[in-house]
Structure formats: C-alpha cells, structure tokens
C-alpha cells in the first residue's frame, strides 16, 4: 500500500462489490473509491447518442472533475469519460490528478471534418493523460504514430472475462450474431438468407441497413444475461466486422469461447490477440459473404469440428480472466504511481 494514495475509478456501469478489478488495485491505494456515472446502455441514432449517452459523459466528467480534487490517479474504465476529465484539467488548468484510461478505440476513418475534430481533441485531451490501456497490440502502435506525446504511454492489456460465465450450456441449434461497434450485419444475412437454420442477432438499430432474410431474427437492445443466454444457447456464433483495421469484437468472442462454442470471425488485427485461427475459432475475409457461407455450411455438417473448436476455446479462453486483467492493470497504475517522473 502507498501512504495516503487515493484512486478515483470512473465506472458508466454499476461493478460488483467483489469485481476483480477493485480487489486487484486496493493494494496499492490507501483509499479507493468508485464514481457511477447513469449512461444509458443503447442507443439507436446519432441523434439519441448525443442526446442521451454524451449527456451522460459530459456531467459524469464533470462530477469526476470536481470529485477529483484530491485524489493521486483517476482511471477511467471508459475512455470518453478519461478524455473528457482530460479536458476539463486542461482547460481550467488543474495539473492533478493522474489519469489513466481503459477502452480507448479511436479508428482512423476517411478524412473529414467530423474525424479531423474527433482526432485533435484526442490529442489535446491526452496531452494530460499519463497511461492509455487498449485491448489488442496494433493499437499501441497505430496510437503511439497518430497520438503520441511526451506524457502518454500507450499499454496492451487483454480483456478479461468473469469466470462464471465460463460454462457450456444445452444449444438451442440456431446461429448467433451479436454486437454494434464496426459490424457488417448486411455481408452476414446475403451468407444465411438460403440456409435452412435459425439466426438471431442482437444489434442496435443503425447496425441493420439491409433486407433482413425471414430465417433471420433481429433483436434490439438486449444486454447483459438477456445477451449472454441467446450466446450459450447457440450452436454456432459469428462475429462479422467491416473494417479490418479497427479494433473490435473481442468481448463477444471471449463470451462465446466461454461457452465453448464454435466461433466465427471476419479476421481483424485486433482479434488475434485473443484467438488462434483454425485450432479455437474461424477466421473470414472481410466482406466475404461466400467464404462466410462455406464455412457456416461446413461447420453446421460437422458437429465434431464444431465440438473441437468450442473445446479449444473453452480451454484456451481461461486466460482472458477478469482477475488477470484486473492484475496486469493494477500492476501497470500501482507502477505509475511510484514512479516520482512519470
């Protein structure tokens, strides 16, 4: 423990009291309290998201700014509200406390207005961050050319998954596609729309831009155990990405790995972080719905290649605990800490 150190955690969702992560940083804070910010878990336009979610970020930043008064390190599980403190710091010129955020994804996109003021205020914002937690390798690097300054350090730690969840349970026989960010649901419904299966697919509703095939049942909004069961309850789960290059996909995978199933995923540089293609998952081209269709096809014809992937990857996702990463994260801030130069 470091005397008299105080940790202020940011949260946009209620931990448990026995959450991993908390137990994994108590030992090296003196005090550690959490601050609740109430943001809402979906949202179905751009309008909504503004309305809603950033409202929420921008008065849970602002509590956190005047909370933060004195405390020694802010880490922010959620980067918008990292970035924002960030910001209300370096605007009224407050030079304490440390910050630290997780979940940064920051994917460069075609050039425009929009993305040229999303990419300077990330870079004025970090310029009073000390540490920047993502979850897959390549983003420490593309950060490190596109946001690096003297002060930021950029770090890998995996995510991690709550242990409970990592049980099989009967399958219900249907395909399962599930998530929002950089999701190419249109390239998943050409592949199934002839297929004599089931799928069910969680999104929000800016994800469906196509037809949707009448085999193919789209639910919105749907979080939490609601989620978890319709992943434990499929037989095959496909995870299709659009743009290669930006991180995304891993919890969803993680999950259905979890629940031993054969898993399906449009290769990403972000992911092979977390899967090993052919041995405990199914890698496709991006965009290729015929490659997409092979392998479902293939993979629905053969329930010993589906028992082997979901074997291997129950075995293999142990490593992605909550408890592991709560560790690598508290070792990287205990650290931060300590070092009087950082």
């Known amino acids: 423990m470091n005397a008299n150190k105080k940790l202020l955690i940011l949260m946009d969702w209620q931990p448990p009291r026995d959450w991993s992560y908390l137990n994994a940083l108590e030992p090296y804070f003196d005090k550690v309290?959490?601050?609740?910010?109430?943001?809402?878990?979906g949202y179905n336009s751009y309008f909504e998201k503004v309305v809603t979610l950033w409202?929420?970020?921008?008065?849970?930043?602002?509590?956190?700014?005047?909370?933060?008064?004195?405390?020694?390190?802010v880490f922010?599980?959620?980067?918008?509200l990292g970035l924002l403190l960030a910001f209300w710091c370096r605007m009224l010129f407050r030079k304490t406390p440390k910050i630290v955020i997780a979940q940064l994804i920051e994917p460069d996109r075609p050039d425009g207005?929009?993305?040229?003021?999303?990419?300077?205020?990330?870079?004025?914002?970090?310029?009073?961050?000390?540490?920047?937690?993502?979850?897959?390798?390549?983003?420490?690097?593309?950060?490190?050319?596109?946001?690096g300054n003297s002060r930021t350090e950029f770090r890998f730690v995996p995510l991690g998954l709550d242990?409970?969840?990592?049980?099989?349970?009967?399958?219900?026989?249907?395909?399962?596609?599930?998530?929002?960010?950089?999701?190419d649901y249109g390239t998943l419904f050409r592949s199934v729309q002839d297929l004599d299966v089931s799928v069910e697919v969680v999104a929000q509703r800016f994800n469906i831009k196509d037809t949707v095939p009448p085999n193919v049942h789209v639910q919105y909004s749907v979080f939490g155990s609601d989620f978890d069961d319709l992943v434990a309850g499929a037989e095959i789960v496909v995870i299709p990405l659009d743009r290669p290059d930006e991180s995304s996909g891993q919890l969803v995978v993680l999950q259905a790995m979890a629940h031993g199933k054969a898993v399906v995923v449009t290769h990403n540089r972000g992911i092979l972080d977390y899967i090993d293609p052919g041995?405990?998952?199914?890698?496709?081209?991006?965009?290729?719905?015929?490659?997409?269709?092979?392998?479902?096809?293939?993979?629905?014809?053969?329930?010993?290649?589906?028992?082997?992937?979901g074997e291997r990857?129950?075995?293999?996702?142990?490593?992605?605990?909550?408890?592991?990463?709560?560790?690598?994260?508290?070792?990287?801030?205990?650290?931060?800490?300590?070092?009087?130069?950082?």
């Not at 922010?76 to 918008?80: F, L, M």
């Not at 205020?121 to 596109?146: A, D, Q």
């Not at 965009?287 to 992937?309: F, G, Q, S």
Request: hydrophobic share 40%; glycine share 4%.
């Open 33 to 41: 309290e959490i601050l609740t910010s109430a943001s809402p878990q």
């Open 55 to 73: 409202r929420s970020y921008i008065i849970g930043s602002w509590n956190a700014f005047k909370r933060s008064r004195n405390v020694d390190v």
């Open 76 to 80: 922010a599980w959620h980067a918008v």
């Open 113 to 147: 207005v929009l993305q040229w003021l999303r990419t300077a205020f990330v870079r004025f914002t970090l310029k009073r961050v000390e540490l920047v937690v993502v979850y897959s390798r390549v983003e420490v690097e593309e950060y490190k050319k596109r946001f």
């Open 163 to 183: 242990p409970q969840k990592s049980r099989v349970r009967p399958s219900r026989g249907y395909i399962f596609s599930g998530g929002r960010s950089n999701r």
């Open 279 to 309: 041995v405990n998952a199914m890698t496709v081209p991006p965009r290729d719905e015929v490659a997409l269709r092979t392998i479902l096809v293939e993979l629905m014809h053969n329930a010993e290649k589906r028992r082997a992937l």
């Open 313 to 342: 990857a129950k075995q293999d996702v142990r490593q992605f605990s909550m408890k592991a990463s709560g560790q690598k994260m508290a070792e990287l801030i205990g650290r931060m800490v300590l070092r009087s130069d950082f």
